[in-house]
């Protein structure tokens, strides 16, 4: 499994099995299945929800309801709050939370 350590370093850490979002010193399992991914893009997908509320979903489709709640609670700070999105779909899609940042500002100046 790959663990993913949200913190300061940003580093990608390596195991095996499922990825694991590291918050603190505690570990997240995050749902990787093709399933779950397709669940999250259908739902990207409704003009019907906010941003908030996508974000929301993302989280408890990816971690679980209870390690989502867990999350919200932990009232992290904007840059890391932003940051742990992209940990979360690099998590689900293999991909380096980095790189998918850099592709989001990309996108957002293009626009």
């Known amino acids: 499994m790959r663990i993913i350590d949200t913190g300061i370093t940003k580093e990608i850490l390596s195991g095996d099995n499922h990825p694991q979002l590291k918050i603190g ?3 997240y399992t995050v749902d ?3 399933s779950t991914f397709e ?3 259908d739902m990207q997908g409704n003009p019907e929800l906010s941003d908030k509320e ?3 979903k993302i ?3 990816a971690l679980g309801k209870e390690q989502a709640q867990e999350i919200y609670k932990f009232d992290l700070p ?3 709050y932003r940051y742990f999105s ?3 779909m690099g998590a689900i899609t293999g991909e380096d939370p980095k790189e998918l940042q850099r592709l989001a500002k990309e996108q957002v100046s293009k626009n």
């Open 25 to 27: 010193d505690k570990l």
């Open 32 to 34: 990787d299945r093709q």
């Open 39 to 41: 669940k999250i893009q």
């Open 54 to 56: 996508k974000e929301r």
């Open 59 to 61: 989280y408890e489709l």
């Open 78 to 80: 904007v840059e890391q």
């Open 86 to 88: 992209f940990c979360v």
